[in-house]
């Protein structure tokens, strides 16, 4: 992860007894740190707000905890890696808004676990303790590590295994621990069972491990492969298990679309455009330091004489980022939306490991490669920002823009209604520069000030992401809130912003789908606002309207105290 010009000490050992264990206490500080401010950025969270992945994953934990289910058939599939994490909060609450604010506890402690993984992976790098402990707070203030730690998504928790992945790795290739090759195959599956991209990494992993097992770590090797057999046996089982309870209809075919993608050459050009604008944005969101990590990890790679564990580690991010930003990019339907063409999500899982990689770089060179990295990660910015304006053109202003795809972006350019390219990726290069610079005034002393100028953006970052308000869904995408015990139906004219979130908050039944005529035995019936009279021996509750995209019928012959609609 570092460029060939870096000095590249072994790693530093961590002290003995006193000094170890102030580390390790230092470590959980630092950690609960993390997970308070998390807490505090998201306290006003009380339910999904990005709609369907977010109703997706709880759903499937709370099936999986005995709760009821859903049909979710038609969407995209939401993997059971994630939820099996959320499983005991499940288990033991199912207020659909407490059991919301627990699972961004979850999320919080997830997130925060990759400061001290972190600082693993730096000490194997040879930054000393107190450096790597700094570098690792800082970076764990990463955007990509907040924006969604405070969500009920699988992001919350996938930078922070492929973190613990990589400090597997390395132990493997650098002393062919059987324990560290049986750890990373059993993350790179795990990483497979909870989402499509995992399956990149589970790929990388099973050639790193033969790689490494011509190398001579056979027995570590031999472990790991075993290790990701049978957990991604395991992952498949449940993924093909939960498949068949919410999605009885079928899931949609994302891996049918690659394939056909992949197939023709205007799916790859759509596939390779897209991958250069998930690594634009990847740059320009970790303030140009993926760029300069991305360099320094290609230098590193073709040099020979660079040690083997450092070698490997550069090849397998390198690997694992590229494979899914074009896999992610050829299977995403084309939504209309300009995050189909600029997108940040699917490589917020290696942003921050990329910016551990920058730090390196600009802190363990000589100042001519100090400028050498940044012109070449200014340059890969510039590129990848030119071939997404070719590609898009007039669909990135013309396309649906949601806000929610680009917090970083807003961030650079502080527009939040319309997607800038171009001044977001000077901005980026500003940032870039601020971050060079620091490193080339303070020569030998370059990692207090380079990790300085990054802990004040991603404070920055952090303040500007802090809730102003609570957040608010808007029509239709505020379903009924329905207090009636009792079986709950949705007409299949109700758009799916409304039926899908209903369907987590409803959380004593599964919301059954019918066509006009709600089902004998239905307490509760939501239906389109022009649906007309309710038929006999029902009652309209005057809920929702045209511009909610809902309304509600109480069948008068369930128990009157446990059969009201209301609307929010």
Known sequence: MTMSMVRVPAPVPLRRRGGRSRTWWLLAAGWAAQVALRLWLFRQHAGPVANPDETGYL???????????????????YQGGYPLVLVPVLWFVRDPVVAYRLVVVVGAMAAAGAFPLAYLLLRRLGTGGRTATVAAFAGGLAPSLLVFSGL???????????????????????RGSARAGALAGGLGAYAMAVHLRGTVVLAVTVLALAGLYVARRRAGAVAGLAVA??????????????????YPGGARDLSGLLAERVGGLAGQAWALAGAAGQLWYLIAATWGLAGVGLAGAAALVARRSAPGPHRL?????????????????????????????????????????WTLAGLLVLARTGRRAVVWHTLAAAGLLTATGGVVAWYAGDRLRGSAYIAFDFPEVIFLTRVRDSFDLVAAS???????????????????RAWPAVVAVLAVINVAFAADLAPKSAPAATGADWPPALTAPGRVAVDRRVRWNVWVPLSYRVSWTEVEHYDRTPPAGVCTAVVPPDAGPPPEGWAATGAGGVRQGWTTWVNDRCPGDGTSARGR
Not at 65 to 75: I, Q, T, V, Y
Not at 336 to 346: D, I, K, L, S, T
Not at 426 to 444: D, E, H, S
């Open 59 to 77: 759903i499937a934990a709370r099936w999986l905890a005995g709760g009821p289910g859903a049909d979710l058939s038609g969407s995209t599939f």
């Open 152 to 174: 009920a998504l699988a992001d919350a928790i996938l930078p922070t295994v492929v973190l613990a992945w990589l400090v597997a790795l390395h132990d493997l290739a650098a």
């Open 229 to 246: 057999g049978v957990v991604a046996a395991a992952g498949v089982l449940l993924n093909r298990v939960l498949s068949g309870a919410l």
């Open 426 to 444: 000077a901005v980026a290069l500003a940032l870039l520069a601020a971050l060079t610079g620091a490193a080339l005034l303070t020569a030998r």
């Open 313 to 353: 580690l550069a090849a397998v991010l390198l690997a694992t980022t590229l494979g899914i930003a074009y896999a992610s990019s050829a299977a995403l339907p084309d939504e209309h939306r300009v995050g189909n063409h600029a997108y940040g999500r699917y490589l917020a899982c290696v942003a921050l490991a």
